[in-house]
T-cell receptor, first 112, second 114 residues
Framework: DTGVSQDPRHKITKRGQNVTFRCDPI?????LYWYRQTLGQGPEFLTY????????KSRLLSDRFSAERPKGSFSTLEIQRTEQGDSAMYLC??????????FGPGTRLLVL | AQSVTQLGSHVSVSEGALVLLRCNYS??????LFWYVQYPNQGLQLLLK??????LVKGINGFEAEFKKSETSFHLTKPSAHMSDAAEYFC????????????FGTGTRLQVTL
């Protein structure tokens, strides 16, 4: 157990609806990452936080996606006006001073 | 740009046989390399990592990997496969100055047969 939790674990939504996912790393994780994993692929980087500051965003993160980490602890990832192509596993990872990232169990999103 | 190539999307071995999962990276600067394992509908669990110390790295569950700069490789091995090793394995790379974001390979599914 990495200590990183994600909620919900599964989400089914209809196209056009908004969804929000939450990630809770452990307190030592000043770095927090979001990745997206589609079937048969490795995870792809979406965005990165150092404490509460969002320092990097991938081109994969369209303007329908927004992520926050308001107090440098938990983080949320919101997808507005979901599309079927958004169906994927959304993974959160926390990291401390070293390079290693510790992943949560993921949130599997299905857009109908 | 950094990249990782995992040769073989599916590998099948008999229980007790050697496991060899291949990973090659491309980089112009020293990399940090990782192997993660993923069981169905779960997140990624760290198996082992190379961060410029010893080139032979030992991880959990009897796995180890060797960093070979001349071959730009970081292959994962285990002397004797167990049924519980059946899973998806991902090689990943990062570099200093990149916020440590990971670039993953496409994964190798390991099947272990009796």
């Amino acid at each position: 157990d990495t200590g990183v939790s994600q909620d919900p674990r599964h989400k089914i939504t209809k196209r056009g609806q908004n969804v929000t996912f939450r990630c809770d790393p452990i307190s030592e994780h000043n770095r927090l990452y979001w990745y997206r994993q589609t079937l048969g692929q490795g995870p792809e980087f979406l965005t990165y936080f150092q404490n509460e500051a969002q320092l990097e965003k991938s081109r994969l993160l369209s303007d329908r996606f927004s992520a926050e980490r308001p107090k440098g602890s938990f983080s949320t990832l919101e997808i507005q006006r979901t599309e079927q192509g958004d169906s994927a596993m959304y993974l959160c990872a926390g990291g401390g001073a070293a390079e290693t990232q510790y992943f949560g169990p993921g949130t599997r999103l299905l857009v109908l | 740009a950094q990249s990782v190539t995992q040769l073989g999307s599916h590998v099948s071995v008999s229980e007790g046989a050697l496991v060899l999962l291949r990973c090659n990276y491309s980089s112009s600067v020293p990399p940090y390399l990782f192997w993660y394992v993923q069981y169905p509908n779960q997140g990624l669990q760290l198996l082992l990592k190379y961060t410029s110390a010893a080139t032979l790295v030992k991880g959990i569950n009897g796995f180890e990997a060797e960093f070979k700069k001349s071959e730009t490789s970081f292959h994962l091995t285990k002397p004797s496969a167990h049924m519980s090793d059946a899973a998806e394995y991902f090689c990943a790379v990062t570099f200093t100055g990149t916020a440590s974001k990971l670039t993953f390979g496409t994964g190798t599914r390991l099947q272990v047969t009796l």
